[in-house]
């Protein structure tokens, strides 16, 4: 009577202890079908979810609480296996904490606030649904683990899967591990997609360029030297690169390697003056229909707590060496070439030597050098850009422009600046560069010396159109300011020499430009142009009387002697040899120059 009496509930209490905490549970058990099955209830507050798993064997190394727990149980079966098969729970948690040790690191993460339930459905997965924050930074959680069955019969090879997402970035990993699970040797499959890389600034207290979407998938291996990813597979945007990384984390300053070869590398797709693009990989329909000014962009909200990728702080925590390689660079529909780029981070010391790219019919050569103390940055920046298509750049503004032209450049600027925006306010140097414009108009690239030079060409050929052939400009710096060595301006109708002084701290410019007909019929058109103002707000004037001795004093100088050589040759309309000449002639003397000062 006592057996048969079993098949209807049995309800009872029990007080105990779990985890070091008091516990009082409720439930009933019964038989069915010739099965017993208990149903029990409980609730605790502040476990140490950690030591519970260690005590099970399950996991080792976790720093887990939760406030409040509570726990559903409904236990079936007449084996182990029937129970491990058929049993069912639910455990609810609320104001958990979770503190992630970052293997062979002392960093952590912190995610609080954490909420959600973990459940076990009758030979189902285990699943974990969770919700908390890194900081301000919504997370959310969803761990699949296996039956419960399998952690005992096949605890070797438990297959285990994070689905992560916080930021508008979500993370995949996935991998088989061995009980209890630990932080050494794991191997794993990581996937990360996210929208832009500047919405995890919060999260890493960085300023992140906002380029984007973002895909990246790897193997990750963790052991006792650090990180190894292989078979690394990185895009933004439509750029795609890959390769592999790794982490040395033995030395006392960790060592970051990394060498990626890229098939295609789209400018458009690390210009971060284009605020990244949305979730559909598709710019913003009211991006699209204006025009691109960097200054209408939307800027970051300043945030104290985020430092610059290129801070004191932030180059001395690791060392590096970086190589990139790319098959094929592209702007636009306009195609570069090949690229290679070396990045070397040695004790705070940023290095990229070279950035080298192979541009149709010439070559562009970068050399860089960023050292930041905690006051100020020492900088040091070498370009040669040779035969350019100065209509790339237009076309990165306004695809639809045709304004182009070829431009070559040298410079040789070195600094010290708090960092890296106001280099130039305290550079010393040369910086000479020639253009050979076509259809050259200003607001496509609304920068100040692209403005200058326009309205400038304008001027001189406002009386009677004419063509500019060239442009050379070769300008020494010193302590910010610009001054020239020689400036000359051709046009089919005019030889323009000028001087210039260009302040960089104060942002005000003084330019003088003296015009010569290359007729007589047009010496009418000769008159003396000087330009005066800030580099946002400058006005072209006239006045020959005004300018008369500033005229005389300038033709006289003896700094201007190679443009002076040019002035007095006879020169073709059409202007190639005398800026070949212009050109030419700078260079040499730059380069003795710089021989007589070593």
Not at 177 to 187: D, E, F, G, I, Q
Not at 298 to 320: D, G, H, M
Not at 344 to 357: Q, S, T
Request: aromatic residues 6%; hydrophobic residues 40%.
């Amino acid at each position: 009577e006592d057996l048969a009496a079993k098949d209807r509930p049995w309800a009872f209490t029990l007080d105990g202890n779990l985890a070091g905490k008091k516990i009082k549970a409720k439930g009933d058990t019964m038989v069915r079908n010739n099965q017993p099955e208990i149903n029990l209830a409980l609730g605790i507050k502040d476990v140490n979810v950690g030591a519970i798993l260690s005590a099970l064997g399950l996991v080792e190394g976790l720093n887990a609480s939760v406030g409040d727990a509570g726990f559903k149980v409904s236990i079936n079966g007449g084996s182990l296996k029937q129970i491990l098969q058929q049993s069912s729970m639910i455990f609810a948690v609320r104001d958990g904490n979770w503190k992630v040790t970052l293997p062979n690191t002392s960093a952590t993460v912190d995610i609080s606030d954490l909420s959600g339930t973990i459940r076990v459905e009758k030979g189902n997965a285990v699943t974990m649904d969770l919700k908390g924050k890194i900081d301000q930074t919504p997370v959310e959680l969803k761990i699949t683990g296996s039956p419960l069955v399998q952690y005992v019969t096949t605890p070797k090879e438990i297959p285990l899967t994070i689905h992560a997402k916080l930021a508008n970035t979500t993370l995949d990993f996935s991998s088989k591990l061995a009980l209890p699970v630990t932080s050494r040797n794991l191997k794993l499959a990581l996937k990360i997609t996210g929208d832009r890389l500047d919405e995890l600034d919060d999260l890493f207290k960085l300023d992140l360029p906002p380029i984007g979407p973002i895909f990246l998938d790897t193997r990750l291996a963790i052991n006792k030297s650090g990180y190894d990813l292989s078979k690394l597979k990185i895009k933004v945007g439509k750029s795609n690169l890959s390769g592999k990384m790794k982490l040395d984390t033995t030395p006392e300053k960790p060592l970051l390697d990394i060498k990626l070869v890229s098939d295609l590398v789209r400018i458009e797709d690390f210009d971060t003056k284009k605020g990244g693009k949305t979730e559909s990989g598709k710019a913003e329909k009211k991006k699209t229909d204006q025009k691109s000014y960097p200054e209408q962009k939307t800027k970051k909200a300043p945030n104290k707590n985020r430092r610059n990728i290129l801070s004191y702080e932030v180059l001395n925590k690791f060392n590096a060496d970086i190589k990139i390689e790319a098959r094929q660079v592209t702007s636009g529909k306009d195609k570069l070439g090949s690229a290679l780029m070396y990045t070397k981070l040695e004790d705070g010391r940023l290095a990229i030597d070279p950035l080298h790219v192979n541009v149709p019919g010439g070559d562009i050569d970068i050399k860089f050098g960023y050292h930041p103390t905690p006051d100020n940055a020492t900088i040091n920046l070498r370009l040669n850009i040779d035969k350019f298509d100065f209509g790339i750049i237009a076309r990165r503004a306004k695809p639809e422009t045709d304004m182009g032209g070829l431009f070559s450049l040298k410079a040789e600027l070195n600094s010290t600046a708090p960092d890296l925006k106001h280099m130039m306010e305290n550079a010393s140097g040369y910086f000479d560069f020639m253009l050979a414009p076509e259809n050259f108009s200003a607001g496509i690239i609304d920068l100040w010396a692209v403005n200058l030079i326009s309205a400038i060409i304008n001027k001189t050929s406002e009386k009677e159109k004419s063509q500019i052939n060239c442009i050379v400009v070769r300008l020494k710096m010193k302590d910010g300011v610009m001054k020239e060595r020689a400036i000359y301006l051709d046009t089919t109708k005019m030889r323009i020499a000028g001087k210039a002084k260009i302040d960089f701290k104060n942002r005000e410019l003084d330019i003088l430009l003296v015009p010569k007909a290359k007729r007589p019929e047009f010496f009418s058109l000769a008159t003396p142009i000087k330009v005066h103002g800030t580099f946002d707000d400058f006005g072209l004037g006239i006045g020959i009387a005004r300018l008369a001795g500033t005229v005389i004093s300038f033709i006289t100088s003896p700094i201007h002697v190679p443009i002076r050589r040019i002035f007095s040759k006879k020169v073709a309309a059409d202007g190639y040899d005398a800026c070949m000449a212009a050109w030419t002639m700078t260079d040499k003397d730059r380069k003795v120059k710089t021989q007589s000062s070593q």
